[in-house]
């Protein structure tokens, strides 16, 4: 099967040959599934830790097919949870142990493409999230409060006003906005194919078109042979239901890019945005965006967040009306000046848990190692993942393994129908909330309904 790739795919894909794929039974120290952030971290980390492994990474596609090679390009220093939610599992000190480790991991993976030559436009500019209406201020502010109140610092977050953010980036109608350092832009798909070949460099097989058609205790079944293995890491993500057993693992969501040709050096002087800061706008379905290493805007966003049946097969390119969506919300953030043709629009799926909560973890009676559930967070968190598995597959007590999302996977979502509706009616309240908020110029009560539904509020 040939999925539609992204145009960062292709981009980092040109020339390469695929890897061929496994014939016949094979045994290993472990076998990895899934070529993406997940896997290949892991995989190259284990190798490094010590050479002697033998560690299979098992792809159905090429590395880097899944979100991995089709995302935002933000190496975030964040993760998906409210840090309540962390703090439950591990307390005040675990939730914020586990902040500092992820905001952390963005330096880590600098210091790897740095190590390993991967040429993927690192560039650590820090993310700004744009307030356009007072509402939306109101939200950018009590997250920065909400930050000092857990004693994070001047270091980690400000606050702008529109005249600083102006400074940066000059957004239309802004009127502020906050600013985390902790966020790098990479183009993704560039970053994911050089890890794959630092993985193998490091001594890890990578094998492309190979599906696995279970995991099993120590074992990993494909139609071209048997993977037999100390551990078996489940590192598919979003793709994840597709594996027997797992259909209510994660919610396989949907989002959606599209990509502008370069803009030219006047459009440029126009907006700013001279940093390579990641951007997102303030509502409540938010949008994405960077300015990619060769002057483009990339912006992301929802479109048709949930197909019933937990289906994945996003073979073709996004809807016209996701694409119609996205060129409007450029047109809103910048105006004329970003009124340039497409150069290409793509859709993929992330792994979303039921609490939205991220796990990494390791069953040692069955030797089955997971980590999955990222949302929208998961470059950076791949990594810190990766590092994680590596220490407890090598049986380590370390830092790392006493982060509060080491745990077991979440508990599954609910069947179909209840399943889509209540996606579906989370995306309807806040695509409703952000409507009336843009209409009336106040906060929506329809935002605390939305996050009442989800489990968020
Ligand atoms: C459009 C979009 C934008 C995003 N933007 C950002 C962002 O800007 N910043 C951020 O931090 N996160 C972002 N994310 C999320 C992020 O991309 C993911 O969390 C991350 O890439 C997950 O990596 P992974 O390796 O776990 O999964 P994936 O990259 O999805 O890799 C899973 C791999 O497993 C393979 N696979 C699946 N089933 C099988 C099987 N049965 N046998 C063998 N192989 C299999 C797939 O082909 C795939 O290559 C975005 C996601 C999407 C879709």
């Known amino acids: 099967m040939a999925g539609h790739r992204s145009l960062w795919l292709q981009e980092a894909l040109a020339g390469a040959e695929d890897q061929p794929p496994l014939r016949g039974d094979v045994r290993a120290d472990v076998c990895i599934v899934g070529g993406g952030f997940t896997g290949l971290w892991t995989a190259y980390e284990l190798c490094r830790a010590d050479p002697r492994l033998e560690v299979v990474v098992l792809e159905r ?16 220093g964040a993760l998906s949870g409210a840090r309540e939610q962390w703090a439950e599992r591990g307390g005040r000190a675990g939730a914020l142990a586990l902040e500092r480790a992820i905001q952390e991991t963005v330096d880590e993976i600098g210091r790897a493409v740095e190590r390993e030559r991967i040429e993927c436009g690192f560039v650590k500019g820090g993310s700004l999230v744009v307030a356009q209406t007072e509402p939306e201020l109101e939200r950018v502010r009590a997250h920065v409060e909400a930050d000092r109140a857990w004693g994070l610092e001047e270091r980690d977050s400000v606050l702008l006003d529109a005249a600083q953010l102006g400074e940066r980036v000059r957004v239309q109608g802004a009127r502020g906005a906050s600013f985390t350092p902790h966020c790098a832009r990479v183009q993704p798909a560039r970053l994911v194919r050089g890890l794959a070949e630092a993985a193998e460099r490091a001594g890890a097989v990578v094998y492309e078109q190979t599906p696995v058609l279970a995991v099993e205790p120590h074992l990993a079944r494909t139609p071209f042979g048997d993977v037999r293995a100390r551990w078996v890491v489940r590192a598919t993500e979003g793709y994840s239901v597709g594996l027997p057993g797992l259909r209510r693992a994660v919610a396989p969501i949907n989002s959606s890019m599209i990509v502008t040709e370069p803009l030219g050096a006047d459009a440029w002087a126009e907006l700013g945005w001279q940093q390579a800061e990641t951007m997102l706008d303030g509502r409540h379905l938010y949008a994405y965006l960077q300015r990619t290493p060769d002057d483009r805007i990339a912006i992301g966003g929802r479109g048709i967040p949930y197909r019933f049946g937990s289906k994945t097969d996003r073979e073709g390119p996004p ?5 119609w969506e996205l060129r409007a919300r450029l047109r809103d953030l910048f105006g004329a000046a970003a009124d340039v043709p497409l150069a290409g629009a793509w859709h993929g799926v992330l792994g979303v848990t039921r609490n939205w909560l991220p796990a ?6 069955t030797g089955l190692a997971w980590a999955a559930g990222y949302a929208g967070e998961g470059v950076a968190a791949s990594n810190l993942a990766g590092r994680t598995l590596r220490d407890l597959l090598l049986g380590e007590r370390t830092p790392l393994t006493e982060l509060p999302w080491v745990s077991p996977p979440a508990r599954p979502w609910e069947p179909e129908p209840f399943r889509y509706l209540g996606i579906r009616a989370v995306h309807g309240l806040y695509a409703a909330a952000d409507a009336s908020e843009r209409r009336t110029g106040r906060r929506s009560r329809l935002e605390q309904l939305a996050n009442l539904v989800s489990g968020r509020g």
Do not use: C, I, Q, Y
């Open 319 to 323: 809807a016209e009306r996701t694409v």
């Open 360 to 365: 990494v973890g390791v069953d040692r009676k």
């Open 61 to 76: 596609e090429v590395a880097g097919f899944g979100a991995s090679g089709r995302n935002g390009g933000w190496v975030v």
